[in-house]
């Protein structure tokens, strides 16, 4: 199971999930996050309802527990579909910060995913049908989002890094001062302690992008507005890009590692231009999608 990228195996019980009081388990890794839970199913009238929620203590980015559920309603030769998802957001942060950004993205794409099952069932089960366009108004998350919204977890990580994992002279500092790490701190003996309060404001403001990149992301990229793209850019200019310069510039040894992310921003920018030309077509509204 495919999860914004991430890879979820599934084990179910002997009733495989088709009995109420089955269970359902799932557990993967996303960016090298375990991820891992339990559902139970607690409604079922099949054909046409079915419901089931997590059980336990889920281990989870940005849902607590969730209640999904689905119905159809025949009516004549059409049948309605309803697909819901009901959840609560983590309590602690991270968690809780990620989850105001990113869980209703993640709850559109939970429905959708179950909205395009229900699809491809009748399309098996009727080959000869001719199915009516399905259209989602609700936005949904491009290529160019996911790659910012990875960014942003990133800048994020970087920021958490600097704020609690930094120390205030790496080995690199003193070879390109030019003096031993003693006669440093010989020479000007509060430098680190100030350097830390320096890294604190530092890792504060990264983790702040970072979530201002993800919240553009999945809010703002979906319009694909220019003056978006604009922003993006320059963004990455004057962060990742200024930040992977400094880096050479000071013979860095992570420098050609922090390249990446300035690869990924670029990458990112290219899909964003890719996709406003794709959906700036005649008659097509940047929200559907068939």
């Known amino acids: 199971m495919m999860m914004l990228g991430s890879h979820m195996s599934i084990d179910v019980d002997a009733d495989d999930g088709r009995v109420i009081g089955s269970i359902i388990r799932m557990h993967g890794r ?48 059409v049948t309605t579909v309803r697909v819901f998802i009901d959840y609560s957001l983590p309590t602690a942060a991270p968690g809780l910060w990620l989850g105001r950004v990113l869980g209703p993205v993640y709850a559109r794409w939970c429905t959708k995913q179950m909205a395009d099952d229900v699809a491809r069932q009748f399309d098996s089960a009727h080959p000869n049908l001719s199915m009516p366009t399905m259209t989602h108004t609700v936005s949904r998350l491009q290529l160019s989002g996911k790659i910012f919204v990875l960014c942003g977890l990133w800048l994020v990580a970087l920021g958490a890094y600097f704020l609690f994992f930094r120390p205030a002279l790496l080995p690199e500092d003193p070879r390109y001062i030019g003096r031993s790490l003693e006669a440093i701190r010989l020479a000007v003996p509060g ?40 922003i993006l850019a320059l963004s990455g200019a004057v962060g990742v890009g200024l930040m992977s310069l ?12 922090l390249v990446l992310p300035v690869l990924l921003w ?13 959906f700036a077509a005649p008659n097509r509204r940047p929200d559907q999608f068939s």
């Open 30 to 77: 996303i960016m090298g996050i375990p991820l891992a839970l339990e559902e139970v199913i607690t409604e079922r009238q099949p054909p046409n309802r079915k419901v089931w929620e997590t059980i336990g203590t889920p281990k989870l980015l940005v849902m607590a527990h969730y209640r999904m559920g689905f119905e159809l309603t025949p009516k004549g030769e």
């Open 191 to 230: 430098l680190e302690l100030w350097l830390r309060h320096v890294f604190n404001v530092m890792g504060g403001f990264m983790i702040a992008s970072g979530l201002m990149t993800t919240l553009m992301a999945c809010r703002l990229s979906v319009r694909r507005d220019l003056s978006t793209f604009t």
């Open 246 to 257: 400094t880096n050479f510039l000071l013979n860095s040894n992570f420098r050609w590692l």
């Open 266 to 278: 670029l990458v990112g920018l290219v899909c964003y231009l890719r996709e406003r030309i794709t």
